[in-house]
């Protein structure tokens, strides 16, 4: 393939921005026309004036175009949130009273128990079987040691414990007492006790929001990126995960309000 010296113009190729000169890719190959400067320039401006005005709040694209060095700046920035949050454990519960270590035999025996699978399904119950043998192991040599578990294991319990299900009456008790229910009085058998089904539910549960937090947040500065190779220069007004949050949502609304069959349909009405 020969490098193409007329065009810099910056396109997406399996998912990441790529320079068709740097990378000796032809525009013809991907299947975009080539512009001229003057109508990648007028597009940098339509971009950039269109971005201001919706996004200023949490944003703002620069007069100057980008950069090499706020091409590397922006990638650096979105290596690093990913590096960050590659290798993060999540809290399950904490070593105070033994919660944590009961909590990790609770899940044991609800896994060898009754933790149903389906399909090639049994591979995870049998994997995680051999996880939770070896935290209970930490967790009995070392009292001051919190339950965390890594991103395989938080998603495996997400997708088997967010919908309990059981056949008759004896399974029904069961689940009673994972939820320390009394089924005679109504109530829980002991008011404090710290462990339950549904307890552990919600911790995995904010783990998984928190995780699909962290990849809108992902999303916005992968965007950066690809403003950048397109010579646009984003500065971000903003640090917090929940201003990302904010912006991101600010962005999906922006996105369907100017999507033609939602123009189409408000029209209508």
């Known amino acids: 393939m020969t490098k193409n010296k007329k065009t810099n113009i ?19 190959d991907l299947g975009v026309p080539e512009l001229s400067e003057e109508q990648k320039e007028y597009a940098r401006i339509t971009v950039r004036k269109e971005f201001n005005e919706n996004f200023s709040k949490w944003a703002e694209i620069t007069e100057e175009n980008a950069t090499d060095d706020d091409i590397a700046q922006a990638k650096k920035e979105f290596e690093d949130c990913v590096e960050e949050n590659k290798n993060k454990k999540y809290f399950i519960a904490s070593h105070d009273d033994n919660v944590a270590l009961n909590t990790a035999k609770f899940l044991k ?16 119950v049998i994997q995680f ?43 029904a008790r069961e689940m009673a007492k994972f939820e320390n229910y009394n089924e005679e009085t109504g109530n829980a058998f002991e008011e404090d ?77």
Request: glycine share 6%; proline share 3%; charged share 35%.
């Open 10 to 28: 910056t396109v997406e190729k399996g998912g990441k921005p790529v320079d068709t000169k740097e990378d000796n890719i032809k525009v013809d």
């Open 193 to 269: 006790i710290p462990i339950t089904y549904s307890g552990i539910l919600e911790r995995v549960l904010n783990e998984v929001k928190n995780l699909s937090n962290i990849d809108k947040k992902l999303t916005i500065l992968k965007e950066r990126v690809n403003l950048a190779y397109a010579g646009l220069k984003m500065n971000l007004k903003i640090t917090e995960l929940e201003e990302f949050l904010e912006f991101h949502e600010a962005i999906t609304a922006k996105s369907v309000k100017d999507d033609p069959d939602v123009k189409k349909i408000t029209n209508e009405k």
């Open 129 to 171: 079987d051999r996880v939770i043998d070896k935290i209970i192991t930490e967790l009995e040599e070392n009292k001051d040691k919190d339950l965390e578990i890594d991103y395989s294991t938080l998603i495996f319990l997400y997708q088997t414990m967010r919908e309990p299900s059981g056949c008759g009456i004896e399974s």
């Open 109 to 124: 025996n609800w896994n060898t128990k009754y933790n149903k699978w389906t399909n090639g399904a049994w591979k995870g």
